[in-house]
């Protein structure tokens, strides 16, 4: 995970540091050019410099595009391993894997910039993943965002499971310092509620 980190960070400082370097050598040209052979600068015709001026602006939005490119990538690659780690968690017995399948998922919980394409799958597993794996995972959807946490809390909850229900309802009720009838109600107040 940090090692996907350090290279985007990478690409970042990079295609930062060039797009100051593009940035410093248009303004110094000032619409200048020298001509070829010779010592003599003339000032470039207005249309000459407009077409400079796009040309660097195409440099910089291309600076921009492979940006996205990379941080598109870093996502896919962020969720493709939290794909895996679900399905290790639903076929796997094996304690090391499992817990190696954990420790993906809380990561990918904590970070939400692809979550939205993987919370549907997400859901299915909170609904009918392994009971214990998501008694043990119901308090780190709190370090997620709000609308994905709710949704979360509520599939694990049509599972009707009693544990599962009472841990989300004391949950809920600690965080909202009310007492609640049922885990439906509990579910409303977190659906509406800003954490």
Known sequence: ????????????????????QQSYNSSSEENVTQLPMSNKKMILHRSSASTIGRADAAKRNGSNSSERIAETQYNEQMRE???????ALYTN?????KQQAME??????????HL??????LKDFFRVGPADIVNELLF????????IQASLWRAAAERNDRQINSSILLHLEQQSGEIFDDIDSALSWASNKTF
Do not use: C, F
């Open 140 to 147: 780190d959807v709190t370090e997620i965002t709000h609308p």
């Open 104 to 113: 993906v998922l809380r990561e990918n919980l904590q970070s939400s910039s």
């Open 116 to 121: 939205p394409y993987a919370s549907e799958k």
């Open 1 to 20: 995970m940090k090692r996907y980190y350090y290279i985007a960070g990478i690409l970042l400082a990079i295609s930062a540091w060039m797009a100051i």
């Open 93 to 97: 017995t094996d304690e090391l894997q």
């Open 81 to 87: 391993r939290l794909m895996a780690s679900l399905d």
